[in-house]
């Protein structure tokens, strides 16, 4: 069977769980402070028994892989396989070579960057496919089969893990900031699995259709849509433009809009996510390649 694993797809998923790795031991474990998922049940055994982070991670999903490859699917769990074993490997890593960067003086700045690396890192993984095993697993097949975003998901068992780690080693100080690192996380992760695009999505009725839309594809370089509305209050069918473009351009489609229709009705609405030309894709249907 061809499962068609792509080179890029592996490559960032190793630089994605390399981030997680550096800040784990870097900001949460030189610091003291916990983390959610399994990375925090890793830690609960690292700081009551002392056992290695990297074994105690990669031995706690192997039952996680199994309910992976189930639900999943073959090519999803393999991703997973690369980023549980290449976290585990990087964690094994940074535990042996680490700068020692203390931050007690300072535990917000450590959870700002706790945060920031682990959002990152989950974020590109979940982003090019994987997952970094364990209760990554689980919200995105949360997310897979029932829509609720991996943020959230994880947010409610990092609850659960950090109430465990009051329970061990923790003290509500360093647990009030590991909040901070787990919601700077997962506000990261979702804003780079909703979207890295932001865009807009106009919706104009106006008497005008046809001027407008020259005026968008001439000025603006975007597509336009005609759809066919029925006004409720003239009794009348009328073409409606859909069309989409950068947060930047709002301004100018704003006023080329007026220009040609004072009395234009416009409403304008946030685009998470934009795939094909002109945003992710040239004419040419080409991808297009971010500086």
């Known amino acids: 069977m061809k499962l068609d694993l792509q080179l890029k797809n592996i490559l960032f998923i190793i630089l994605g769980t390399s981030l997680v790795a550096f800040g784990l031991v870097h900001f949460n474990m030189q610091n003291e402070l916990a983390e959610g998922g399994f990375t925090g049940i890793t830690l609960i ?30 090519k999803a769990i393999i991703y997973t396989l690369i980023g549980a074993t290449s976290l585990s490997l990087w ?13 007690h003086d300072d535990l917000m700045l450590a959870s700002l960057f706790a945060g920031v690396f682990a959002g990152l890192g989950i974020g590109i993984t979940f982003r090019y496919g994987g997952t970094t095993g364990g209760i990554d697993i689980i919200a995105k097949i949360v997310w897979k089969y029932y ?8 947010f409610i068992f990092d609850l659960f893990v950090l109430a465990l780690s009051m329970a061990t080693y923790l003290d509500y100080k360093e647990a009030m900031y590991t909040l901070v690192v787990v919601f700077i996380a997962t506000r990261i992760i979702d804003f780079l699995n909703d979207g890295l695009y932001d865009a807009r999505g106009a919706m104009i009725i ?16 975007r597509g336009v849509t005609f759809l ?19 947060k930047n351009e709002i301004n100018q489609l704003k006023e080329l809009v007026t220009k040609v229709d004072p009395y234009a009705f416009m409403t304008i609405s946030v685009v998470q996510d934009v795939h094909g030309e002109g945003f992710t894709m040239d004419a040419n249907r080409i991808p297009i390649k971010k500086e």
């Open 91 to 103: 964690l094994a890593f940074f535990e042996e070579f680490h700068f020692y960067m203390p931050l």
């Open 147 to 154: 829509g609720v975003s991996p943020g959230k998901t994880m």
């Open 45 to 74: 055994f690292y700081f009551t028994l002392g056992w290695k982070t990297s074994v105690t991670y990669f031995l706690l999903n192997i039952p996680i892989f199994i309910i992976g490859w189930r639900l999943l699917g073959k």
């Open 206 to 221: 106006s008497n005008h259709v046809p001027d407008i839309a020259d005026k968008i594809a001439s000025e603006l370089g």
């Open 228 to 246: 066919r509305g029925h006004g409720y209050y003239r009794k009348s069918d009328q073409d409606v433009i859909y069309c989409v473009v950068g």
